[in-house]
């Protein structure tokens, strides 16, 4: 899959992943399209992944599970929410985030076709490793958030 194509697939998937079952107050349809929008960003990070060869493609796991763990939690309800913020589960949920960025920021690494230079010359993963880090880091203080 070609770079340019995966990131305009990937971005609103994952922007769709941490908002829209966050939004739906039914419990089985917010499971329902947590799995569906997990799947396919696993997916196509998978693909990715494996087309070029940057990381092994068993790590694309990486990138869903902390999105996938929030929406259990909050799924789950009042008593589950109160142990995830906790620290030792802040720490935890803290290092599955740190787990997704390095699997993103791998899969924008180019191909040998992809870009022919100097990494530190490459405008486009450049911007998507600020940008991921950035919209990651604020995702993770988002679920640690309590809103009164």
């Given at each position: 899959?070609?770079?340019?194509?995966?990131?305009?697939?990937?971005?609103?998937?994952?922007v769709?992943?941490?908002t829209?079952?966050?939004?739906?107050?039914?419990?089985?349809?917010?499971?329902?399209?947590?799995?569906?929008?997990?799947l396919?960003?696993?997916?196509?990070?998978?693909?990715?992944?494996?087309?070029?060869?940057?990381?092994?493609?068993e790590?694309?796991?990486?990138?869903?599970?902390?999105?996938?763990?929030?929406?259990?939690?909050?799924?789950?309800?009042?008593?589950?929410?109160?142990?995830?913020?906790?620290?030792?589960?802040?720490?935890f949920?803290f290092?599955?985030?740190?787990g997704?960025?390095?699997?993103?920021?791998?899969?924008?690494?180019?191909?040998?076709?992809?870009?022919?230079?100097?990494?530190?010359?490459?405008?486009?993963?450049?911007?998507?490793?600020?940008?991921?880090?950035?919209?990651?880091?604020?995702c993770?203080?988002?679920?640690?958030?309590?809103?009164?």
């Amino acid at each position: 899959m070609k770079r340019l194509n995966f990131i305009y697939c990937i971005s609103p998937l994952t922007v769709a992943l941490n908002t829209i079952p966050g939004m739906l107050s039914d419990s089985v349809l917010r499971m329902i399209v947590t799995a569906v929008l997990a799947l396919t960003v696993w997916g196509l990070i998978w693909v990715r992944l494996y087309g070029t060869g940057k990381l092994r493609p068993e790590f694309a796991v990486l990138s869903v599970v902390p999105a996938l763990s929030y929406q259990l939690i909050l799924t789950a309800g009042g008593p589950y929410m109160a142990v995830f913020n906790t620290l030792g589960w802040q720490n935890f949920n803290f290092l599955l985030w740190l787990g997704s960025i390095f699997v993103y920021i791998r899969a924008f690494l180019p191909s040998k076709d992809e870009y022919r230079g100097r990494l530190a010359g490459d405008a486009v993963f450049i911007f998507m490793t600020t940008v991921t880090i950035i919209y990651s880091l604020s995702c993770w203080a988002a679920t640690h958030a309590v809103l009164s």
